[in-house]
T-cell receptor
Framework: DVKVTQSSRYLVKRTGEKVFLECVQDMDHENMFWYRQDPGLGLRLIYF???????EKGDIPEGYSVSREKKERFSLILESASTNQTSMYLC???????????FGPGTRLLVL | QQQVKQSPQSLIVQKGGISIINCAYE??????FPWYQQFPGKGPALLIA?????SEKKEGRFTISFNKSAKQFSLHIMDSQPGDSATYFCAATLNNAGNMLTFGGGTRLMVKP
C-alpha cells in the first residue's frame, strides 16, 4: 500500500516566521508534488519534483521554495509566512509516467 | 484563470438518489480526466478516470460521461449513499506534462439518510 505522510496535521505560525512542511513517501516514487487547497479553488500546484535535487514551478510558486535532497522526502518552505498562506497543504507522489497521484492527509496551516 | 471549471460547489442528495457533478475544460490537448474523492481529514484519492477516446466509463455506482465536442465531462453517482458524502474533484492532464494535474474547484456532496 502506498503511503504518503506529512510531518504535521495542524500548524500555527506567526507572520514572518520560516515554516517547513515535510512529506515522505515509501514507494520509491520519482515524482513528488506540493499543492495548496482552498475552498472553491480546488487544488493548485505549488511545486513539483521529478528527481532528487530537481524541481519545477507549478501554478502558484510565489512565496514558496522546495527542497528534495532524498528521493523519499520533499519539503515545502515558506521563507516568511504571510496570512494569505493560511491554507491546507497537500503532498502527493507518483511513479514516472503514472497518472494516478497518491496524496498525504494534508497539513492545515494557520498564519496569524 | 481556471482551466477546469467544476459545478456545483455543493450538492445535497437524498439517499438512493443520483448525484451529478459537472466539469468543463478549455485545453483541447488534455487527454486524461480523473475524478478524486476526498473524505474529511484525508487526502484526495483516485475514484475513476477516463480518456477522451470513450464517451462513458462505469465502475460500480460511479459513471463518467465524456463529451469531447462540448469539452465537458461529468460524474454520476447512482443510488447515492451517506458514505458517499465527501468532496469530489475533477481534474485533467496532458500525457507529456510530467503528470501535472489541473484540478477543478471541488464539489462538496452531502447524501442525507
Amino acid at each position: 500500500d502506498v503511503k504518503v505522510t506529512q510531518s504535521s496535521r495542524y500548524l500555527v505560525k506567526r507572520t514572518g516566521e520560516k515554516v517547513f512542511l515535510e512529506c515522505v513517501q515509501d514507494m520509491d516514487h520519482e515524482n513528488m508534488f506540493w499543492y495548496r487547497q482552498d475552498p472553491g479553488l480546488g487544488l493548485r500546484l505549488i511545486y513539483f519534483s521529478y528527481d532528487v535535487k530537481m524541481k519545477e514551478k507549478g501554478d502558484i510558486p510565489e512565496g514558496y521554495s522546495v527542497s528534495r535532497e532524498k528521493k523519499e522526502r520533499f519539503s515545502l518552505i515558506l521563507e516568511s509566512a504571510s496570512t494569505n498562506q493560511t491554507s491546507m497543504y497537500l503532498c502527493a507522489s507518483n511513479l514516472d509516467r503514472q497518472e494516478t497521484q497518491y496524496f498525504g492527509p494534508g497539513t492545515r496551516l494557520l498564519v496569524l | 484563470q481556471q482551466q477546469v471549471k467544476q459545478s456545483p460547489q455543493s450538492l445535497i442528495v437524498q439517499k438512493g438518489g443520483i448525484s451529478i457533478i459537472n466539469c468543463a475544460y478549455e485545453n483541447t490537448a488534455f487527454d486524461y480526466f480523473p475524478w478524486y474523492q476526498q473524505f474529511p481529514g484525508k487526502g484526495p484519492a483516485l475514484l475513476i478516470a477516463i480518456r477522451p477516446d470513450v464517451s462513458e466509463k462505469k465502475e460500480g455506482r460511479f459513471t463518467i460521461s465524456f463529451n469531447k465536442s462540448a469539452k465537458q465531462f461529468s460524474l454520476h453517482i447512482m443510488d447515492s449513499q451517506p458514505g458517499d458524502s465527501a468532496t469530489y474533484f475533477c481534474a485533467a492532464t496532458l500525457n507529456n506534462a510530467g503528470n501535472m494535474l489541473t484540478f477543478g474547484g471541488g464539489t462538496r456532496l452531502m447524501v442525507k439518510p
